[in-house]
């Protein structure tokens, strides 16, 4: 699945959040029923969660028709007064 340089994506599965910060990268999992302010990463302690979560993430996501964007000029000076 083709993804810009500023990739990323979460998802709440029930008291799960999972989080992807970069494509390739490892996501975190965290419990947010013991752990609301999201210290402690237990993606490896629950990998099938991760696995589930992931694959569900992925099957839902679509690329909007106006991205990529290309070949946008952008010009501070007609936006300073």
Known sequence: M???KSFQRAARWGDWKLIQFSEGSQPELY?????IEEQHNVAADRPDLVEKVTAWMDSQHEDPPEFPVQNVQHSAAKYVR
Do not use: A, K, Y
């Not at 419990?31 to 752990?35: E, K, Q, Y």
């Open 31 to 35: 419990d947010l029923n013991t752990d």
């Open 2 to 4: 083709p993804r810009g």
